[in-house]
Nanobody, 126 residues
Framework: QVQLVESGGGLVQAGGSLRLACAAS????????MAWFRQAPGKEREFVAA???????????YYATPMEGRFTISGDNAKNTVYLQMNSLKPEDTAEYYC????????????????WGQGTQVTVSS
């Protein structure tokens, strides 16, 4: 069983930055995909970013188009932790952010993820 715990959310002004962290326990990342999704009130859960491990320290990173250039996903396999650095935040980035893990390569599809964290709220004021 894998447990994922997110942290780092909060209230920030537009243009500001936040760094989210997702700590995993119960199993190492291995060759799994770790991703961030977000869900705003009244909206569908949407893909934000993902990393696919190719080795103990190497991974590929993928982003949803609106996040490219503003968000950076990274991971520390030794610490079983994935990070999401969010810069130039906009009010439309306001949402609950979730960390998730899957062994599937269909990383944009939330339905393939086996484990989810409880979420961390990010609120961006204008």
């Amino acid at each position: 069983q894998v447990q994922l715990v997110e942290s780092g959310g909060g209230l920030v002004q537009a243009g500001g930055s936040l760094r989210l962290a997702c700590a995993a326990s119960g199993r190492t990342f291995g060759n799994s995909v770790m991703a961030w999704f977000r869900q705003a009130p009244g909206k569908e859960r949407e893909f934000v970013a993902a990393i696919r491990w190719t080795g103990s320290t190497l991974y590929y990173a993928y982003y949803a188009t609106p996040m490219e250039g503003r968000f950076t996903i990274s991971g520390d396999n030794a610490k079983n932790t994935v990070y999401l650095q969010m810069n130039s935040l906009k009010p439309e980035d306001t949402a609950e952010y979730y960390c998730a893990q899957t062994s599937s390569t269909n990383y944009r599809n939330s339905n393939v993820y086996d484990y989810w964290g409880q979420g961390t709220q990010v609120t961006v004021s204008s």
